[in-house]
């Protein structure tokens, strides 16, 4: 009997294959797995199945309610994920056959690939015995070492539990959550999608909070003093600051400290200005302190760290980090597995190492190569625990350049492997050594200047001066900081010179003029500097990053942070879906590259607040899960007591939703600026809905009762939207509305005078034309004509939130519409703007379009807007295809032949239909003919074959071969080697034993024929 060993992703599955091979035999390649006499190994690629509620226990959409909820299922049913199925079946069927006796999880070591195993194992209905291949290391003999140890189910059910457990708690908690928010959002009507989540929510939270702080922020003045000294040797900046200043001394009549307190900082313009005053022109001593310091180079990448680093430089966002790394660990095969957490390596792998060193020493790389060479020649590469620590090392390990050189990389591929690669080098260079010069100046006071001092008890002020007529005096720092050897910096390009070019006054990073011994200095220049207090920065992706990664650090519970340790919101490789997942949902938006969190944001943290239902916003749920899924893969908690603490916990959410009977929830609401357009009165926000309070603003019971909806049709109106909307009564048009079945849609919005009620009242306004059925003239005379209908010729006109023919409507000239052109300004949330309906009038077509939303998918596309004459309206006209479409197979007729993509001239094939006809007329003939002429297998001889090149036989062989066993022979190789373009099925990229046949990096399997000819004598 055969054992199957299931890998989490194909490169796993062939390095396993590769290292056991010298034990098990030779394997033979098929297109899902490898099969030995004794040995099958397949591989998933990730997760293949999802969890899913029982038919039964299954709500739609349209059903979410509070009466449907909570969802708690007995059990959980399996569900394919579509775009994997075949592979999934594939593995399914290996597991079933018949001469399968045994199976081994060599999925990665950890809880996630625990998950992913199991799940197949479950769908595959498998009884067979496992066991469980534990790898931390990727070296030939630590697989083989791997094997001989393998570990038995029952070692692993603890860990398989915590897998499970953790999956289905974040679909209880993440189902119930977003449709008990939903269900209460949507009361008033409409649908009003309010997704929560464990991990997603409490990022948000992160963010608003952040947000919350910059709204409330008021900024201060405070001043620094600045001076310029001369010595004999020239001159050298420096800042004033106040020696004795203690941070705990000046917050001790504070609540909380403050930030802004600072030893270099003067709270009153007066007392800079005095200080100023009494150093300038005086002379002034000097001590200073040199001393050596080294700076390492930072650690290996994990992924997180990639996309801060990407991020930063870069500007790319972490989801494009994620398939640029993506792309060149799977296409080019020059990176290790990106999604990791660990930013160490095997201790094994030293040899791995320096091969890398050496294949990029001598690469073409000429920006890199040199300093590779330079740590073979030095002996740099050495263990060290920094570096190699199996203890460091999770599931995968950090990110490094494979033994493969790559060729044909994009522009941003190339800076993400450039990133990655320094860093791999830079880790193993010496640290650089910096000689750091502390330079105080101290300038006495004359008498009846002010002194130095600390700030009166109470207020703000970090720092005043003391009464006028003391004799005191004043301290200037000055930092230096000279780069003395590179190290590692080398490798950046930065050397001394350099990087003291920028310098600021008075801080690091500058090379200081002389100054002798007892030499006195003069304060040429003395300034003081108004200054404003800064609010906190808003997150960029790459510090919101380094928040969900350090987020347990916030935690007060030692257990629960010691449980979040290293571990954070999410995982690396779920992170950037995160941040992604957010924006869909119009709960951030991106602004250059800083993330700012929406009303709609804000409106879920009030309302979480209010139901007193925090805790999915906090990563206290993570550190708590952790702590226990901690406590059952090691045996101390069962897997029946936490889910029932779920269950109790899931129930307690909708509750709290379904019984909040008060009217409104309590929060930070805003006044608006703008007058009610009924009355005058006062604007006021509330949870629900914007009301007028009465000309004195008291409350909703004096105004005049206009109100509306602050999230119309499930989008929520920003305050600054809402002040436009007032004051224009009208808005738009804006997208990222939802209708009841929740499709989306793009509207404007008016306040018209409703005269039933005798107020304002709020209306979508589609742009619909009603003058047709009205009768009501339309004048264009003030319009220009954007160009012909292409129905009748007339002009075409702007009209409400359309473009018509002036003859599909009521005019002076024709009272009675003729044409009934007409098309939307707005297409599937894609604005036609003036300029390309004139295109599309003028050439037939508009330029290609890439902001339309498909309905039945909810995906964005592009494509051109095109006049087609023959259905008689606007239709989509899709950009042509970068692949030419194959060929249909001519039908046979007599003696017709076609020609192959390889060159070949054959027989066509007979469409089926002929085929049936030619059975149903001569079907003894046919019969005959077959029993007449049996096929037999061509045989390849010395004479009849062709002699392969040099080059092609390194890929096939070096005996005489047929021109099609030529071209079966390259595509076994290719498949075995995984050469096929990720993107591009129909390319293939050579690898260092094709790129001599191929003669460059990347051809189609169109070329391969031809190709072959070159190669064949």
């Not at 399968?100 to 809880?111: E, Q, S």
Request: aromatic share 8%; with cysteine.
């Amino acid at each position: 009997m055969k054992t199957l060993v299931i890998a989490e992703k194909p490169s796993v599955a062939q390095d396993i294959v590769r290292a056991i091979t010298p034990t098990a035999g030779k394997f033979e390649k098929h297109d899902e797995y490898f099969e030995s006499d004794e040995w099958l190994v397949t591989s998933a690629v990730g997760h293949l199945v999802e969890i899913q509620a029982p038919e039964e226990f299954d709500v739609k959409r349209g059903k979410w309610s509070f009466a449907n909820l909570p969802v708690i299922p007995p059990y959980f049913d399996l569900k394919p994920i579509d775009k994997t199925k075949t592979r999934l079946n594939a593995i399914v069927k290996l597991a079933k056959r018949k001469d399968v006796g045994a199976l081994v999880n060599a999925c990665d070591a950890g809880r996630e690939g625990e998950l992913i195993f199991r799940l197949i194992q479950q769908y595959a209905n498998s009884k067979h015995p496992v066991k469980r291949l534990w790898l931390q290391s990727m070296t030939p003999a630590a697989i083989r070492d791997g094997f001989g140890s393998l570990r038995s189910e029952k070692q692993m059910q603890g860990l398989a539990d915590a897998a499970r457990s953790r999956s289905e708690a974040d679909w209880m908690v993440g189902i119930n959550g977003t449709r008990a928010m939903t269900a209460f959002n949507s009361r008033d009507g409409g649908f009003f999608l309010t997704t929560v989540g464990r991990v997603q929510t409490p990022t948000l939270s992160v963010v608003v909070e952040r947000e919350e702080k910059i709204r409330k922020f008021i900024s201060r003045d405070y001043w620094e003093i600045h001076a310029s000294f001369l010595a004999e040797a020239g001159e050298y900046p420096a800042k004033w600051f106040d020696p004795s200043w203690k941070k705990a001394a000046a917050n001790a009549d504070n609540a909380e400290p403050d930030a802004e307190l600072k030893a270099d900082r003067v709270w009153s313009e007066r007392e800079a200005m005095a200080i100023a005053a009494a150093v300038r022109g005086k002379a002034a001593t000097v001590t200073e302190e040199s001393k050596p310091t080294t700076q390492a180079a930072g650690l290996l990448f994990d992924l997180t760290s990639l996309q801060r680093e990407a991020n930063g430089k870069f500007g790319f966002s972490a989801k494009t980090t994620l398939s640029i790394a993506q792309s060149l660990y799977e296409r080019h095969k020059a990176l290790t597995y990106p999604r990791t957490d660990s930013r160490a390596l095997p201790e094994d792998y030293v040899p791995v190492v320096r091969q890398t060193f050496e294949m990029l020493a001598a690469s073409p790389m000429k920006h890199l190569a040199p300093h590779a060479a330079t740590a073979l020649k030095g002996g740099y590469i050495k263990p060290s625990k920094r570096i190699f620590d199996n203890a460091k090392v999770s599931d995968h390990f950090a990110i490094i350049p494979t033994l493969q050189a790559p060729s044909g990389l994009s522009d941003a591929e190339q800076k993400l492997y450039d990133l990655v690669v320094r860093r791999f080098m830079a880790v193993f260079f010496p640290s650089a050594e910096y000689l750091v010069t502390t330079r105080i100046t101290t300038v006495a006071a004359a008498s009846g200047r002010p002194k130095q001092g600390m700030a009166p008890p109470g207020g703000s002020q970090a720092h005043a001066v003391g009464s006028v007529g003391a004799t005191d005096s004043h301290s200037f720092k000055t930092e230096g900081k000279v780069l003395v050897k590179p190290g590692w910096l080398a490798i950046y390009g930065k050397e001394a010179a350099d990087e003291v070019a920028d310098a600021k006054d008075g801080d690091k990073g500058q090379s200081l003029v002389p100054v002798k011994p007892g030499e006195m200095v003069r304060a040429e220049v003395v300034e003081a500097k108004g200054l404003k207090t800064r609010p906190p920065a808003r997150y960029s992706e790459a510090t919101l990053l380094g928040a969900m990664e350090g987020a347990g650090k916030t935690i007060d519970d030692d257990e629960l942070r010691e449980a979040m340790q290293e571990k954070g919101l999410g995982t690396p490789a779920t992170r950037a879906a995160t941040i992604e997942g957010l924006i869909a949902e119009k709960y951030m938006l991106r602004e250059g590259r800083e993330l700012i969190p929406t009303a709609k944001a804000f409106q879920l943290m009030t309302l979480l607040r209010g139901l007193d239902v925090q805790e999915l916003s906090k990563a206290e749920l993570t550190g708590e899960w952790e702590f226990k899924l901690a406590q059952m893969e090691h045996g101390q908690l069962s897997r029946e007591t936490f889910m029932a603490e779920i269950a109790a916990m899931t129930e307690r959410l909708v509750a709290k939703a379904k019984g909040y009977d008060k009217d409104s929830i309590p929060g930070d609401y805003a006044t608006l600026q703008t007058p009610c357009p009924n009355c005058g009165g006062v604007v006021k926000e509330n949870y629900r809905r914007y009301t007028c309070t009465g000309k004195k603003g008291d409350d909703a019971d004096s105004g005049c009762g206009f109100s509306f909806g602050k999230t119309p049709a499930g989008r929520t109106f920003e305050n600054a939207e809402v002040e436009q909307f007032l004051r224009d009564k009208k808005i738009g048009p804006l997208d990222g509305f939802r209708s009841k079945a929740g499709w989306p849609f793009s509207a404007e919005m008016v306040i018209k005078f409703d005269e039933e009620t005798k107020n304002y009242k709020l209306e979508f306004d589609f742009g619909d034309d009603k003058n047709a059925e009205t009768g009501e003239i339309v004048d264009f005379s003030g319009q220009q004509s954007l160009g012909a209908c292409p129905k009748c010729g007339s002009g075409v006109f702007e009209l409400g939130k359309n473009y018509v023919c002036e003859k599909s409507v009521p005019t002076d000239a024709q009272p009675t519409p003729s044409c009934d052109f007409k098309t939307g300004q707005v297409i599937l949330q894609q604005p036609v703007e003036r300029e390309q309906m004139v295109k599309l009038l003028t050439t037939g077509k508009t330029d290609l379009l890439d902001k339309f939303v498909s309905m039945r998918t909810r995906r964005a596309f592009k494509a051109m807007l095109a006049w087609d004459a023959e259905a008689g309206k606007v239709n989509f006209e899709f950009a042509p295809s970068k692949f030419p479409p194959r060929k249909p197979a001519a039908a046979k007729t007599g003696s017709a032949t076609v020609k192959t993509p390889f060159g070949k001239t054959v027989a066509a094939k007979a469409a089926p239909a002929a085929k049936k006809a030619a059975a149903k007329k001569a079907p003894a003939k046919t019969a005959a003919a077959k029993v007449a002429k049996p096929k037999a297998p061509r045989k390849t001889t010395a004479a009849s074959g062709l002699k392969p090149s040099e080059a092609l036989a390194a890929v096939i062989g070096a005996e005489p071969v047929a021109r099609t066993q030529v071209i079966k022979k390259l595509w076994d190789y290719i498949k075995a080697e995984n050469l096929q373009d990720a993107a591009n099925k129909r390319a293939i990229n050579a690898d260092a034993k094709l790129l001599p046949v191929f003669g460059k990096p990347q051809v189609t399997m169109f070329e391969l024929a031809g190709i072959v000819g070159k190669h064949l004598s």
